[in-house]
């Protein structure tokens, strides 16, 4: 009987994985992989089996059911399992199932944690999470939220000062109607960026009402909606010209000018 070690991959390019990680994947004779890791995490494991189990949003190509299954087969086949998920595998990661069906039959686990989508699009703009104070508003709590229920229906509230929304790509506009009518102020800062941690990724900046303006920009890319605080541009941030080209943030439906 072997054992299943959870890997989080980070929420892009290869190089956001952990140590940890990458020598757990160098250890695996199986990988069981997700859709949105880098191809080029690979090179870590060139011994190991690839087995392409991707999901994305709602529309699963492999059920969880037969993920689940294919855990328990390999890991009484091998004596390490690589499940590889996206960004932090303890956030909207399924993990919780897995690790059900894993204890079920009886399979020792480990989780290694990585970078979650929130920490990565803040770090791409350069907006902390968190603040001591900025203009009156509270930045003391954060909150990762899907606004998506299990039925695909949209659900918003008011939780902490910044909420960081994921999974609600497709439904920008209604995800800003449903937060101002829960009391989310008129001008409350909003940032939405997609594919961070990527050399490509996009970030756009908005207000509650003008948040439909993001659709066609990331249209098609995981998305990121940050809202509240650490939404808020740092003012007074020396800007190096390193630093600026790291950040572009665009305006509201515009592409940047420069990546
Ligand atoms: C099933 S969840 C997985 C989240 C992942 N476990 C994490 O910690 O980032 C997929 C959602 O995460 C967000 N996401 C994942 N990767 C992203 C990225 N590179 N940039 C922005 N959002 C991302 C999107 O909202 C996407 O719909």
Redesign the pocket.
Known sequence: MGRVVFVSAG??AADLITLRGARRLAEAQVVLFDA?TDPALREFAPQALWVDVGKR?FCHSTGQATIDALLVRHARQHEVVVRL?????S???RLEEELQALAAAGIACEVVPGV??AI??AAHTQRPLTRRGTAGRGGRSVSLTTAMTRQGQLQAGRHADTEVF????RQLGALGRALLRVGWPQDTPVCV??????PDALASEHTLAGLAGAALLHAGR???VTVGTGAAPVAAAPRTPSSAQALPVAAAGRAPAAA
Do not use: E, I, Q
């Open positions: 929420p892009g949105l949003g998920k996206g960004g932090d595998a956030v909207f990661g979650t989508a990565a699009a994921y999974m609600a790509g960026v997609s594919r961070a941690g990527w995981p998305t990121v």
